[in-house]
């Protein structure tokens, strides 16, 4: 009976942007990104910025999202060199929007 509360509680979602700042441009970090992401069965996307940062935006499972975070502040694709990785607007989700996790241009 109590599974619907528990499975709520552990699936919360979330969303959060993220801006990833280093030697991040030229080496593969959005194709990368987009593996890990729809690996881990995120919804979002990701674009390299004008300034030389990566943007995006993702939304998932907290925990995944979490997995991802840490991805992006510590991993990265190989060859880059992440100086740090920023994020705002966390919030918590009633449902994902995203279908699926994108480059953008």
Known sequence: MGTDTE???HNSTVSVEFE???????????????????MLGLG?????SKKGTIL??????KEK???????LSKE????????????NNF???ARQEFKGFTIRF
Not at 65 to 71: F, G, K, L, T
């Open 44 to 48: 979002g996307w990701v674009k390299n």
């Open 91 to 93: 919030e918590y989700l």
């Open 20 to 38: 990833v700042f280093g030697n991040v441009q030229g080496v593969y970090f959005t194709k990368y990104c987009r593996e890990r992401a729809n």
């Open 56 to 61: 995006g935006k993702m939304q998932g499972e």
């Open 76 to 87: 990265g694709s190989p060859g880059c060199l992440i100086e740090r990785c920023d994020l």
């Open 7 to 9: 499975h709520v509680h």
């Open 65 to 71: 999202v979490e997995e991802m975070i840490a991805w």
